[in-house]
């Protein structure tokens, strides 16, 4: 079975400041996917980054950057100039198997002005 | 390009009644998945589909939980006999596979509550 770590139940962060969620997981797949979600107040789960497992290189999309160590099992999701936006529950997903995604439980993330 | 819609958003029914929610995936995605999720926790997979086939449905919560999706467009999630521990929120999702890593494209969810 493949199971998701999130071990920061909430984080609180300046605006403009750097912030790093972390994620662990555990998968006996050799081909997976791991994804990080944002869900705002208003609920709507939107894809922030996705990661392809046998890639080297870690994803960026503007301001989200990951730390992917394949070895460790490690998925981390570093936001640069955090905005008052970015405020939301954030998940680490993974696929790989036939079960849909694995989700952790979640990162409650506030940006304080 | 529409994103995923789901209906209704909320739906407040009595302790042991049925109800049926309905998703409407992105056009060209052939696989829609449906998830629960609680208060407090990351969701929940159910079952999912590849066009009309249900792949998937071993993870469905009990025998009180059927989805179709007869023409492999909309999809459509049934509880019947609801209970009190049913009141959650349903996300449906929908990709394409060996596109973009079978990504999957949230909607934004039907929120149930039984009173």
């Known amino acids: 079975a493949q199971t998701v770590t999130q071990s920061q139940p909430e984080m609180s962060v300046q605006e403009a400041e750097t912030v790093t969620l972390s994620c662990t997981y555990d998968?006996?797949?050799?081909?997976?996917?791991l994804f990080w979600y944002k869900q705002p107040p208003s609920r709507q789960m939107i894809l922030v980054i996705r990661q392809e497992a046998y890639k080297q290189q870690n994803a960026t999309e503007n301001r989200f950057s990951v730390n992917f160590q394949k070895a460790a099992k490690s998925f981390s999701l570093k936001i640069s100039d955090s905005q008052l936006g970015d405020t939301a529950m954030y998940f680490c997903?993974?696929?790989?198997?036939?079960?849909?995604?694995?989700f952790g439980k979640g990162t409650h993330l506030i940006i304080q002005p | 390009d529409t994103g995923v819609s789901q209906n209704p958003r909320h739906k407040i029914t009595k302790r042991g009644q049925n109800v049926t929610f309905r998703c409407d995936p992105i056009s060209e995605h052939n696989r829609l998945y449906w998830y629960r999720q609680t208060l407090g926790q990351g969701p929940e997979f159910l079952t999912y589909f590849q066009n009309e086939a249900q792949l998937e449905k071993s993870r469905l919560l009990s025998d009180r939980f059927s989805a179709e999706r007869p023409k492999g467009s909309f999809s459509t999630l049934e509880i019947q006999r609801t209970e009190q521990g049913d009141s959650a929120m349903y996300l449906c999702?929908?990709?394409?596979?060996?596109?973009?890593?079978?990504?999957?494209?949230f909607g934004p969810g039907t929120r149930l509550t039984v009173l």
């Open positions: 997903a993974l696929s790989g198997g036939a079960d849909g995604l694995t």
């Open positions: 998968t006996s797949e050799s081909n997976y996917y």
């Open positions: 999702a929908s990709s394409l596979p060996h596109q973009e890593g079978d990504t999957q494209y």
